[in-house]
């Protein structure tokens, strides 16, 4: 892997979401999907998924050989308590930028070396921040393509 290439990328895949979704209108966040979510939806479950980014980030760095916890992101979405249905996005929106804004400033201090230090999935097994780089540096792009089909 070209670690600074990677870097980039997911640098550009933060600014090209944020960007995205900072401009949505109210309606357009709540416009149905015949897929799936719609766009309010989607914004929370992007900063959720982020958020866990940040801290399995973290403890591959610091804990190499950690366990890395997986999650349902479709009880997520459905639970009534975490609003993914109803809730403002603006939180949402800083939450995405301040943990990635946060995780890029460590991506750039990684050693290639680094990109070898692994820990357990629980639901994927050996996962490597390799592994997490490339995952993270598509999910923010992915999901704006999934916005701007609804």
């Given at each position: 892997?070209?670690?600074?290439?990677?870097i980039?990328?997911?640098?550009?895949?933060?600014?090209?979401f944020?960007?995205?979704?900072?401009g949505?209108?109210?309606?357009?966040?709540d416009?149905?999907s015949?897929?799936?979510?719609?766009a309010?939806?989607?914004?929370?479950?992007?900063?959720?998924?982020?958020?866990?980014?940040?801290?399995?980030?973290?403890?591959l760095?610091?804990?190499?050989?950690?366990v890395?916890?997986?999650?349902?992101e479709?009880?997520?979405?459905?639970?009534?308590?975490?609003?993914?249905?109803e809730?403002?996005?603006?939180?949402?929106?800083?939450?995405?930028?301040?943990?990635?804004?946060?995780?890029?400033d460590?991506?750039?201090?990684?050693?290639?070396?680094?990109?070898?230090?692994?820990?357990?999935?629980?639901e994927?097994?050996?996962?490597?921040?390799?592994?997490?780089?490339?995952?993270?540096?598509?999910?923010?792009?992915?999901?704006?393509?999934?916005?701007?089909?609804?």
């Amino acid at each position: 892997m070209d670690l600074n290439g990677a870097i980039k990328d997911y640098e550009l895949a933060t600014k090209e979401f944020y960007e995205l979704v900072v401009g949505l209108s109210a309606e357009a966040l709540d416009k149905p999907s015949p897929d799936g979510w719609n766009a309010r939806q989607v914004i929370h479950h992007v900063a959720d998924s982020e958020a866990q980014s940040y801290a399995r980030l973290r403890r591959l760095i610091a804990e190499p050989g950690t366990v890395i916890q997986g999650y349902d992101e479709s009880a997520w979405g459905e639970n009534q308590t975490l609003g993914y249905k109803e809730l403002p996005v603006e939180n949402s929106i800083s939450v995405f930028k301040a943990v990635r804004s946060s995780s890029l400033d460590l991506l750039k201090r990684l050693k290639p070396e680094q990109l070898a230090n692994s820990g357990t999935h629980t639901e994927s097994g050996n996962y490597t921040i390799e592994m997490w780089l490339q995952t993270y540096a598509n999910h923010p792009k992915d999901h704006a393509d999934q916005i701007r089909k609804i």
